[in-house]
Nanobody, 128 residues
């Protein structure tokens, strides 16, 4: 299983970035996918997730209204559109896929590390 994240970079506060995560190596049918992030010196935290079948989404409160998760099942790819970025959004962003099929998007935040497939991170730096 491979999850390849891309799209990170340096942006000024108020700007936008779009992250992508392409999945390969197995069928991801039925698996929710999502994004986590780890700010410098802090623990990794859940950001957003989306289900496979009906594209139900969940976004944590700190990004709600600014970030939007989406997916393209034909391409096995998810996206995170990040608008109105703030310096506190600076972090390494990781994409992940649930190992358990047909799980709720919101539930990804409560999974242990071993219950998810992980991609490599992509660094997002927001300057003030």
């Amino acid at each position: 299983v491979q999850l390849q994240a891309s799209g990170g970079g340096l942006v000024q506060a108020g700007g936008s970035l779009r992250l992508s995560c392409a999945a390969s190596g197995r069928t991801f049918s039925g698996l929710s996918m999502g994004w986590f992030r780890q700010p410098p010196g802090k623990e990794r935290e859940f950001v957003a997730a989306i289900t496979w079948s009906d594209a139900r989404t969940y976004h944590v409160d700190s990004v709600k209204g600014r970030f939007t998760i989406s997916r393209d099942n034909a391409k096995n790819t998810i996206y995170l559109q990040m608008n109105s970025l703030k310096p506190e959004d600076t972090a390494v962003y990781y994409c992940a896929s649930d190992k358990a099929p047909w799980s709720a998007a919101q539930g990804m935040g409560g999974k242990t590390s071993g219950q998810l497939y992980w991609g490599q991170g992509t660094l997002v730096t927001v300057s003030s």
